[in-house]
């Protein structure tokens, strides 16, 4: 019988009891005794430079103890002050130039919130304009730019060569390019086109980013909710000038994220500050200045697709343009790692993709569940979709005959495995009715189906560590630098390493993110923790399980091969010692611990500069498909989602449950990206940037009917067959929803989101076109 | 930061709004906060109507329930006497923002506010309803067709507050509430509409679709729904003049106000059917 | 002006010192040290700093502290483990990081309290204002119908 707490057991969430009650403390929850709080002052301008920073009257306010400027941080720190994941090019605070409205330019610090808050509009800075470059086409044009210079970092070698390149607002530019699409394009017989839009959006966690920060014996410690902690001990080890071992981060479990905790947010600030000041001190942003933390990506995608006379797939041309405001964060990488799979998970003789990543005048947007993916499947789902209607073919069935196939090789050269796109398309076909008729309706609620699939590479190459200390009293204690976020990491760690052990899981700790004493991890984002970190704990718990079967053989007197662990403890044919009694023979003291360690590391084979092919560029794939019956008012333009069915390959649910919730949250979340979720800029200028205006889904926007569909092709390298699933669920709601509205009432929609708006203008140009 | 005055007695609030400076009302307090915060609101003195007994009655008179400014939003939607005495506005307040907000936002408050988005105005504009605004120089009465006067302006005087808004019992007809969102389905609304048919009149009071809440009439007479509802269109056209912003442009807000009013008569006209 | 107001939180008095601006939401979090109180938007719309003030609920960051001299406050760790809505968002996984269930939480047992036997569009229209970004909807709507069932079995 299957042991709810181990792989494949559906057991609960560490400590749900306390997360209801709300007894589960995060960062901000912390008491921090003496601290400075710091509030910062904004820019008001898209693209400025910086005259003169006026801070006198905020320091002659009562309780202020200090505003620092980015001049004078840059005194103290130099360019180390510019960092970045892939581009070192964002300062903690604007130095000689402001790059977009709301970017932090001097910090005030003061004896509470309150009064730093108050503090910040008593600072003024005289402004020298310089002109704006408010979105791609200002951009592309190219006559006025964002940075004078490219500075790549050195996290990432192989943007070494963009070092110094000037007058350009493209960071980095991804080329793919298999056979002579060009060509095959015009001698197909059938093309659709298509010029997307997918919109800048935010993420939202209701959790607000906070980080304390302080000296201690001449070390930088600090406590900030991050999912990268390595990476930020790293980043402020830099800027700092300091070893690794002089600075300190931990972590507390966050309250959500979605890759907006991540690389560098509020902790290069407070890092400085408090090695500046000698004090400690506390950031928090409110909501509105956590919309301008970070953003996703808006993407423009203009692209093709080809079929010849016998609807085969000839060639995919997609030109895709990332919009990553003033700062690159890891949009370099989101612009490679998306255009990649800019054709979809289809078998096509050619494909050409160039995805370029763009400095404009605004918040800097980065990681966003789902890399740039979902910008880009928003454009190869709604092609096929095209195509197949332009070829009177069945939307699924057309996709279903071109879907790559176990050990089929993708347009970038790498092979699939463990991506089972057509048991995902075929479960969500069948769970949403698209073999049974359509009430279509014949008034003014018009109904529809829809269909899509979606294909992203898993964060290659990266580094897993774990330690495992297994105590005398049959319990464990595990040290990952994985951050419990919410989506179950801790649970399901623990349940790789029970199954190995043959334990109670519920007898397992998982220590939060302290770089002090948790292994490097790389970070804990894009869906990789499954599978990485995962691995590097199944193989610390087999060493673990090594050494207790070596103390087993001693205690019989048999070789390791006789003894076996099991629940009741070390078993030697009819004898059994319990563990707790083994560990305690052989120490001879109660409490004391065995301790293990294990690494696991993924490689990748970098593409081809000229080609962008790579035969592994990627550890693993995640395939997913998304089904959806939906209706239209085309009074109102308003879309009802009546059902909605997420399928994903997760080679190996290790907790079902947890699966589906991460199935059903991205789910969730991509519906109001599809629907109604965006950051409306007017020349640079956030508008909506409060929970007044920003739309996220609430509980009356969930579909009727919502059927997660766990598919399971085992990976043969994943801990028990597994792999991620955090961002399987997102990837192609937009589309579905798109090609259903598509079926109910025969408009093609290419901008995101689908407001009612643009739904009742797409109809009313339809029917002026028709008339 | 402004001073919060507490005052215990109408006479002693309507007394602090002339004497201090730069005052302002503190009813329920949610809108009030989000300005605050929003850093918009500019008031050095609140004069806090929490302390003050009976604001918060409900006190049933002859055809009129008189409601306090400080009965809240939550109460208007689940009072008896409310639903009894007028089914529509209870319906409105019911549909404003979501129950936390309904629990501490006043009714007073909401209409003081003068928010050309909310729900409640449209109801209390068909019903022919009552501000009653009090000062120093003591309570006239100001009929709410006459109430909204321009973008987030009310005819309320500086020195004034609202001590009571009455309602006239809805009369034998049928009356409808219908709003609808452009963007989430729990957003502000981008348009809503209260229609309330009696006797031969069609009256309708419109949300979100111009710079203050509008109320139109016409005449319904042996008008069956699709007359009624071409009778309706025609006589809100006049009156659409919507604000474009993220929820959708001047274009779509028009056209959403049309179905939004289309929705409501044809509600109205079912139920005069089954009346 | 600092003045002292008693609130009463989760059945214990609390004397507390608040300026007339003071939210209501600060002087749990920082005074009585009630953190399911927690802020994510301050403007009302998420709902995870609701509380319940005479079991009515409350956005806590838009309540003025003072207004609540006296009042009983109660706040999720206020309720008990074996409480029929606690157990059932436990049993039902209704919770991802958890940050805004509290808030649901409350907001429930506000919706039971009134109307013991709600249908799911009156669960829905209870929870209208809150915000899970994780998703946990369907979890949640089916935590109240398993509390409410609970509460009060047919």
Known sequence: MLEQGWVGGRRARFDTAGRVRGLVSHVGDQPVGAAAHVAVHRSTQPHALIGAVHTEDALAMPGVYAVLTGADLYKQFGDRLLTGPAFADQPALAHEKVRYVGEPVAAVLAADLATARAAT????????????????????????????????????????????????????????????????????????????????????????????????????????????????????????????????????????????????????????????????????????????????????????????????????????????????????????????????????????????CVYTNKPSAGPFRGFGVPQVTWSHESLIDELAHRLGEDPYAFRRRHLLREGDEAPMGTRMHSADFVTCLDSVANAIGWFEPLERGSGRIRRGRGVAVGVKAVLTPTIANAVLQFNQDASATLLISTVDMGQGSDTIMAQIAADVLAMNSERIHVVRADTDATPYDTITAGSRSTYHTGNAVRRVAQAMRDKLIALGAQHFEVAEADVELTPEGLRSGERTVPVAELVHGHFGARGATLTAEANFTTSWAPYDKETGRSEKVTEHWFAGAIGVQLTVDTATGRVHLEHLAVAGDVGRAINPALVEQQLTGAAIMGIGHALFDQLVLDQGQLVNGTLLDYQLPSIRDLPDKLTPIVVESPHDDGPFGAKGVGETGILGIAPAIANAVRDAVGVRLTTLPLTPESIVTALENKQEEES | MPTLHRPDTLDEAVELLSTVDNPMVYGGGTAIQILIKQGILFADNFVDLAGIPGLREITPGAGVLTVGPMVSVRRMETDQRVRAHAPLAAEAYHQVANPRVRNTASAGGNIAHGDYRLDPPTALLVLDATVLASSVRGTREIPVREFFVDFQETAIEHDELVSGIRIPAQPPGAGRFVKNSSLGENDWPCASASVLVTGSTMHIGLGAVAPTPRYVACDATGLDDQGAVDAALAAIEPELDPIPDVRGGVAYKRRLARATVEDAVRAAWKDLQHA | MTVRITLKVNGVDHRVAVEDDTLLLDVLREQVGTTSVREGCGVGACGACTVLSGGSSVSSCLALARRYDGAEITTAEGLDENDAVVSSFVECGAAQCGYCIPGFVLMSTELLTDNPRPTEQEITDHLEGNICRCGTYPEIRRAVATAAQRRSPA
């Open chain 1, 121 to 356: 509009d008593a600072v003024w800075v005289d402004y020298d304009e310089l002109p704006p470059v408010y979105d791609l086409a200002d951009a592309l044009e190219g006559s006025a730019f964002v940075h004078d210079e490219l500075k790549p970092s050195s996290v990432f070698g192989d943007l070494r060569h963009l070092r110094g390149v000037r007058d350009t607002n493209v960071n980095y530019t991804y080329t793919l390019r298999h056979g002579d699409a060009q060509a095959a394009r015009e001698a197909g017989a059938h093309t659709v086109t298509g010029e997307f839009w997918a919109p800048p959006t935010h993420h939202v966690p209701i959790e607000l980013p906070c980080t304390i920060a302080w000296v201690d014996a001449g070390r930088l410690e600090m406590l900030t909710t991050t999912q990268t902690p390595s990476y930020v001990r790293q980043t402020i080890a830099d800027l700092l000038d300091l070893p690794l071992s002089r600075v300190r981060v931990t972590t507390r479990p966050l309250g959500g994220s979605f890759g907006a905790k991540m690389y560098d947010r509020l902790e290069p600030l407070a890092a400085a500050l408090a090695w500046t000041t000698g004090r400690k001190v506390r950031l928090v942003a409110s909501r509105e200045e956590a919309f301008l933390l970070t953003t996703r990506h808006g993407a423009a995608v203009t692209s093709s697709l080809t079929a010849d006379a016998e609807g085969n797939l000839v060639s995919s041309i997609a030109d895709v343009r990332y919009d990553t405001g003033a700062y690159a964060d890891v949009g370099p990488r989101i612009t490679a790692k998306s255009g990649m799979v800019t054709p979809g998970p289809y078998r096509i003789d050619t494909a050409h993709v160039r995805s370029r």
